[in-house]
């Protein structure tokens, strides 16, 4: 589980999170959403151990990020709007690189399946990843997450830039990464995708949790003018 207990971040004099206080269980999604500037990347960046906060501190699996940094990134898959992958090695080769950066030595069969469990195609796993799509990088993203058994899910903006068939297939995936009893945090704009695969909704405004909602008593369209009105 993911947690963070008043985390403050200040930019020089700006506050940019003020006391937030955010909880994801097992096997829960929170949809993180918010205008530009609300804090969201802040939020994700320092649960990354990317960015040390101000004061408070936050929690994967019940271990301190400011104490533990290095130990908490075993825990933690992230993946950006752009997943950086290498562009001259192929599907499978990059997947074998992180992989065995995160200490895992998978069979190339191993591997295969992982991408498979994705939907990334068969035909696909030998080609460069020069030539794939967004949405397919965000599959090998995925995998990797998968190879790692990371059971907590940093996802910054996922569905940015994908199309209406990869954003349902990325949709897909990440509900059943749920159902696998993974915690997943995603920060997004996508009120629709929100509502469609998180089990929880949390609005942030300069900082601050202004909402949270359990998002199967909501529509898209309630959220959405809760979203409006909160902004
Ligand atoms: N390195 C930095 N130095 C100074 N200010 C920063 C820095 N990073 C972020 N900020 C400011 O902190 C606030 C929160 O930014 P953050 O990127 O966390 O928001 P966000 O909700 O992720 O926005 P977006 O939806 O645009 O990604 C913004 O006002 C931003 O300008």
Do not use: C, W
């Not at 709007?81 to 690189?97: A, H, K």
């Not at 950066?101 to 990843?129: C, M, V």
């Not at 909704?201 to 202004?210: A, S």
């Amino acid at each position: 589980m993911l947690k963070t207990v008043n985390l403050h971040k200040k930019y020089n004099e700006y506050s940019a999170l003020k006391s937030l206080n955010l909880e994801v269980g097992k096997g829960e999604i929170f949809a993180l959403l918010g205008q530009n500037g609300a804090g969201k990347s802040t939020t994700i960046n320092i649960l990354l151990g990317l960015m040390k906060a101000t004061s408070g501190d936050a929690y994967i699996n019940g271990i301190s990020v400011s104490e533990h940094p290095q130990e908490i990134k075993q825990h933690l898959a992230y993946i950006p709007e752009t997943v950086l992958l290498y562009p001259n090695l192929t599907g499978i080769e990059n997947l074998d690189f992180f992989s065995k950066i995160a200490g895992f030595n998978y069979t190339k069969s191993e591997l295969s399946e992982l991408l498979l469990r994705t939907g990334l195609q068969e035909l696909a796993h030998e080609k460069d990843l020069g030539g794939y799509s967004k949405g397919m990088r965000q599959k090998v993203g995925i995998a990797i997450a998968l190879a790692k058994d990371a059971k907590v899910l940093l996802l910054d903006e996922p569905t940015s830039g994908l199309d209406p068939i990869a954003t349902a297939d990325f949709t897909e995936i990440v509900r059943q990464l749920g159902q696998e009893g993974r915690t997943i945090l995603m920060a997004t704009h996508d009120i629709f995708n929100a509502v469609s695969v998180a089990t929880n909704i949390g609005i942030m405004k300069q900082g601050e949790l202004v909402q949270h909602l359990p998002s199967k008593s909501f529509t898209a369209e309630e959220v959405q003018d809760l979203y409006l009105k909160t902004i």
